[in-house]
């Protein structure tokens, strides 16, 4: 079971994670592999100081940026199960602990594991392993937001408000999934949700003029098609 989150208004990438029984994920202690820090009675909510802070952050002005005295204490039997780690090329744009705004791909870092803001929404993966053999048994998640508009998404990049195809890997040192993502398709207005049947993706949005439904068709596996229709023939002609 895989399942993607959206993070606060501080810059912490968007955590998709491997569910698994008797896990704990991080909140609200850490989100997108950063710590929180409204747990320590020293952080200043200032975004001079503190530039994880987005200066045009809603969080910021009605001042839900605060430090938390009452905040609870990490337990001690505790430990956090990191976010599937993006390797690129696509939405894997960080800030750094210096402040500044990196690129994966350039400094070889993986991701905790979408850019930040980027708010992604509808995980499918093609489990009936219908599609070529590029993307068979792949995922695939769509991005609400759109860089090039969002004021809080805009420092990291101008994209988004697409559908990434997720090449996932198992990595048996760490117990954990590492995910090669690229961009595949673009311009949706607020996507929010998408479902596939068959080959086709469905996907609807909220942005525009009463919303839309689009249709994406994806390239198929030609064999595995022709099995399927066999296999349908077969059950037709029993019956």
């Known amino acids: 079971l895989f399942a993607v ?45 503190d530039p994880f802070i987005p200066k045009t952050s809603h969080s910021l002005e009605v001042k839900y940026f605060h430090t938390d005295p009452s905040f609870p204490k990490i337990p001690d039997s505790v430990k956090f199960s990191p976010g599937v780690q993006n390797l690129g090329p696509d939405a894997n744009e960080y800030r750094g602990h210096s402040g500044k705004i990196l690129d994966g791909d350039v400094t070889g870092v993986a991701v905790s594991t979408f850019t930040a803001h980027s708010s992604p929404l509808g995980l499918f993966f093609d489990t009936k392993k219908m599609l070529g053999k590029d993307l068979k048994g792949d995922g695939f998640v769509i991005r609400y937001s759109l860089g090039g508009t969002s004021s809080m ?7 988004g408000a697409d559908l990434l195809h997720l090449e996932m890997t198992y990595d048996e040192a760490s117990d954990n999934y590492f995910v090669k993502t690229t961009r595949i398709v673009e311009g949706f207005k607020e996507p929010t949700d998408a479902v596939m049947i068959g080959n086709d993706v469905y996907i609807i949005t909220y942005g525009g003029k009463g919303g839309n439904i689009w249709k994406i068709t994806l390239p198929t596996d030609k064999k595995q098609n022709e099995a399927a229709l066999v296999k349908n023939s077969l059950r037709k002609t029993a019956k």
């Open 5 to 49: 989150s959206n993070s606060p208004d501080y810059d912490m990438p968007e955590d998709m994670f491997w569910v698994r029984q008797n896990r704990h994920y991080g909140f609200p202690w850490v989100m997108g592999g950063i710590e929180n820090p409204q747990q320590y009675n020293d952080w200043k909510a200032d975004p001079d100081i």
């Open 153 to 159: 998404m805009t420092p990291f990049t101008t994209e």
